[in-house]
């Protein structure tokens, strides 16, 4: 087997997130010499982190210029820790500061790259990457020649590694900080309004239905919009929505303003890998649930026992009013908080 690098940048407190431990195990499933490079403002916490993984050999890009994810610095980083460890294939997690920079990477190395993929695994004796397209309809079996050979893991497709930590010497690699500018803070949405968790359990999606008269003949989008933040925030649950409902925004209907097109999945959005599912107020047909493909376990509320969820593509059905359950939902998620 070749010689493989992993790429992995650290966190905030200098340690590995789930992404690149998945990764790493990844890379050790392949059965060749792994090296580790990491890049951050400090490294020895995240060495130390996964000292148990056998790992032959550890580099590290280390310095406040590297704490921050800017490609300048990134792509250079990496550059020069493929360069020194000399390796063939090239494993990162596909995190957004990786995708953003290892492209240009391959470029410099005279290499080629693979983004999204779902494994990296020996088949007939080669590496091969396994990944989706047309909206993930159809998987491919990849293979190539060119080296160094990039690759972007997707997260939620491998378990992530769980060896002792321990004592890890890493060699540091220099790096010239090959920009002008100057990262002053980071702006974001506040706790309560964040509704994108690409590592919750969870992922509650909402349909069409939250916005159309109810049984009363009104309709009640307020109320919806009070329902799912409030299951959010005690659930910390991803929001996901149907193609239908963030469309409304621009036909001039009713909308819930916690819902934007960053949330769609389905045939034309994302496909969310999370343990869980719940979505309510959803037709559940093939476009939608494509979105779905991933999720272990899917569950929905539809007033409808006909719709598309209950013709084999949920694993439970709760034929019901989703304003009235997760009303009730919530209620008891407040009695046991």
């Known amino acids: 087997m070749e010689n493989i690098l992993l790429l992995a940048h650290t966190e905030a407190d200098g340690t590995l997130a789930k992404p690149a431990l998945e990764s790493l195990a990844a890379a050790l499933a392949l059965g060749g010499k792994v090296t580790v490079g990491l890049v951050g403002g400090e490294t020895a916490a995240a060495a130390n982190q996964i000292a148990g993984s056998g790992a ?41 500061r990786w995708s953003r920079a290892l ?7 005279g290499g080629r790259v693979d983004t ?11 590496p091969a990457v ?5 909206r993930q309809r159809m998987e491919a079996v990849l293979t190539r020649s060119q080296r160094p050979w990039i690759v972007l893991l997707d997260s939620g497709c491998v378990p992530t590694w769980t060896g002792p930590a321990g004592a890890a010497q890493a060699e540091a690699v220099a790096v010239e900080a090959p920009t002008r500018t100057t990262v002053t803070g980071t702006r974001e949405p506040k706790a309560g309004e964040q509704t994108i968790r690409p590592d919750a359990k969870l992922l509650f999606v909402a349909g069409a239905g939250w916005t159309k008269k109810q049984a009363d003949g009104a309709v009640h989008g307020a109320d919806a919009e009070s329902l799912i933040l409030g299951f959010l925030r005690a659930s910390k649950a991803s929001l996901g929505g149907s193609k239908s409902l963030v ?8 909308v819930l303003r916690c819902m934007t097109h960053l949330n769609q999945i389905g045939q034309t959005g994302s496909t969310p890998r ?18 779905w493909r991933f999720i272990t376990q899917r569950r929905a509320i539809n007033l409808d026992a006909n719709c598309g969820w209950a013709r084999g593509k949920a694993d439970v059905l709760y034929v019901a009013d989703a304003f009235a359950v997760m009303r009730r939902v919530n209620e008891l998620m ?3 908080a």
């Open 56 to 96: 032959v050999r550890f580099l590290a890009v280390t310095g406040e210029a590297f704490a921050q994810a800017r490609y300048a610095t990134d792509a250079a980083a990496a550059e020069a820790l493929a360069k020194t460890s000399g390796a063939a294939i090239v494993l990162a997690p596909a995190t957004s």
């Open 103 to 109: 492209p240009g990477v391959a470029l410099r190395l």
């Open 116 to 126: 999204h993929a779902t494994s990296l695994a020996i088949t007939n004796g080669v």
């Open 130 to 134: 396994t990944r989706w397209f047309y």
């Open 247 to 254: 469309d409304m925004g621009g036909e001039g209907e009713a």
């Open 274 to 291: 999370h343990d869980k599912g719940l979505s309510t107020c959803c037709h559940g047909e093939e476009p939608h649930v494509v979105g």
């Open 334 to 336: 407040e009695l046991r």
